[in-house]
């Protein structure tokens, strides 16, 4: 038993960068590594509890930043949604779809108005729901900026 420990502890030890094995190499067993490890990068379960929070709370407050892009925006919400998935908290499509439209600046208000309105809403994907506003983004919203930049 004592050997097959501290083969799986040279193992573990041969398997991490020269930085991890500083942090673990005083650790006996291939267990009290592991559990040093885990903490290093998860944190406790208070710190995971904070971290879960502090996600969520990105959900709940989340909108679109002035003078962004669609596409920027979309980043930031996957990213937001991505890490709510990994902790096991998951929501529909229809609810996704219903946040993006909540989150959207005041220039798009009535794109978002319309696509609300449009009565297919609960079946709208979160992908479809990017492919309108990036269409309308490139259609609408470029073509005026740029009209007004000839202008002056």
């Not at 799986?8 to 005083?26: P, Q, T």
């Not at 040093?36 to 929070?53: A, F, P, Y």
């Not at 709208?124 to 506003?133: A, F, H, P, Q, S």
Request: with cysteine; hydrophobic share 40%.
């Amino acid at each position: 038993m004592i050997e097959l420990n501290i083969k799986a502890v040279n193992m573990l030890n041969y398997a991490i960068s020269f930085e991890e094995y500083r942090k673990v190499s005083r650790c006996k067993t291939a267990k009290v590594i592991w559990d040093k490890l885990q903490v290093t990068h998860e944190g406790t379960i208070q710190v995971k509890q904070t971290r879960i929070d502090m996600l969520y709370r990105e959900y709940k407050m989340f909108s679109m930043k002035e003078g962004k892009s669609i596409d920027d925006m979309f980043k930031r919400f996957s990213i937001i949604i991505n890490g709510l998935d990994a902790i096991g908290i998951t929501h529909s499509e229809p609810i996704f779809v219903r946040k993006v439209l909540r989150s959207l600046t005041k220039e798009w208000k009535t794109k978002a108005i319309v696509i609300a309105e449009s009565g297919n809403i609960s079946q709208m994907t979160y992908d479809e729901l990017r492919g309108k506003l990036f269409a309308f983004e490139v259609t609408h919203l470029k073509n005026d900026t740029k009209k007004g930049v000839a202008l002056k």
